[in-house]
């Protein structure tokens, strides 16, 4: 398991989340795995406690499942988890573009377009666990210059599922379009094109549904 710094004020349980979640959607924690509470903890410094707590909030959305006495597992990749989060950050990001397109005022994408530089270098070097992570932020940066960051927090609970999946992606399938769609989808929102925009995001979120068919049959052990 990979670890990562505490931030200043985190809070425990707050901590482990994050950390396990990162791990899960790197698959460092693999689907079908087991967890320990005492190996967990001793691995992030923490007492049991706020381990088991963000356990049973990782329960709740089925990423990870409690087995009485025995500890816990780590979910497989079940596709009706991974079509449901991907539905909901496809309506929400078409909302979300929309709003970028329509701003009454001039938005900085400035941010976008670094982090847009980072990712064409970061793909250059085949380093497909920091792309994905551009990844996030890009999108991420989106909601936050429409001023919706609240809407994400809320849809960032659900995309484990489909985050995995993008994930054993750009570990497996090479020819990855990630950044030549983020560059079309900056552009379409400099032209305020809502249209193209709103279609580029579509295809850019869909791509998965293709990948996954790919990705079961090289993985099929990570796979419900």
Not at 62 to 74: A, H
Not at 149 to 159: E, G, K, N, W
């Amino acid at each position: 398991m990979q670890l990562m710094e505490r931030y200043s004020k985190e809070y425990a349980r707050d901590y482990a989340l994050r950390v396990l979640k990162a791990n899960i959607i790197s698959l460092d924690l693999a689907p079908g795995s087991m967890l320990s509470e005492g190996d967990l903890a001793a691995q992030l410094g923490l007492s049991r406690t706020p381990v088991r707590e963000a356990l049973i909030e990782l329960a709740k959305t089925n990423i990870v499942e409690v087995l009485p006495q025995c500890g816990c597992r780590i979910c497989l990749i079940d596709h009706n988890m991974v079509t449901q989060s991907r539905f909901l950050r496809l309506v929400l990001e078409k909302a979300v573009v929309q709003l970028a397109c329509e701003s009454p005022v001039e938005l900085d994408l400035s941010e976008m377009e670094e982090n847009l530089k980072l990712q064409q270098f970061y793909l250059d070097n085949h380093a497909s666990g920091k792309l994905l992570e551009l990844d996030d932020k890009f999108h991420r940066e989106l909601f936050r210059v429409t001023n919706m960051m609240q809407t994400y927090q809320l849809m960032d609970s659900m995309m484990v599922h489909f985050n995995r999946v993008r994930s054993l992606t750009l570990w497996t399938i090479k020819d990855t379009k990630i950044v030549e769609d983020h560059k079309q989808l900056l552009q379409a929102i400099r032209e305020r094109d809502t249209v193209k925009a709103q279609a580029l995001i579509t295809k850019h979120l869909d791509r998965s549904k293709v990948d996954e068919d790919a990705l079961q049959k090289k993985h099929p052990q990570y796979f419900k």
